[in-house]
């Protein structure tokens, strides 16, 4: 169960990030952080990552409804030991639910991350790469053999 609190904490921090965003720069607006390298720039995405499927809303949040339902029905057979997949797992879920919130709320999602070489993002954008990133991790390093035969 403590893992779980790591949705959780993604759900807050990234609602908490995008509500400051909201509150003190209009859309557009871009404070250089290290000018060139690094902005927050407050974006409202209509979209996913690289604005594909623009003002998709319904389809996003079946999409993130149907993991969510994936996860709780799935999470409680996961071993307590596997640390690495239930923590990805909890990244991923939390940056999903952060980002529909948003799109419940307005049919986008508030970014402002910018790094001007890629496209603008959130603290939801990060906790699901992040949480890929970990899964595969652990599939990777820490499952071989599962599927080799003895």
Known sequence: MPILLLSILVIIVDQLTKYYIQTHLEPGMSIP???KIFHITYVLN???AFGILEHK???????AT???GAVLYFYPRIPREDILLRAGICLMTGGAVGNVIDR???SYVVDFF???IWPVF???DIAIVTGVI???IDIIFFKKGLNESE
Not at 57 to 63: D, N, P, Q, R
């Open 33 to 35: 952080v290290i000018p």
């Open 46 to 48: 209509p979209g996913a």
């Open 57 to 63: 809303t319904a389809f996003f949040v079946l999409i």
């Open 66 to 68: 149907l993991m969510v």
């Open 104 to 106: 419940l709320k307005t």
């Open 114 to 116: 910018d790094f001007r």
């Open 122 to 124: 959130n603290v939801a």
């Open 134 to 136: 970990v899964i595969i």
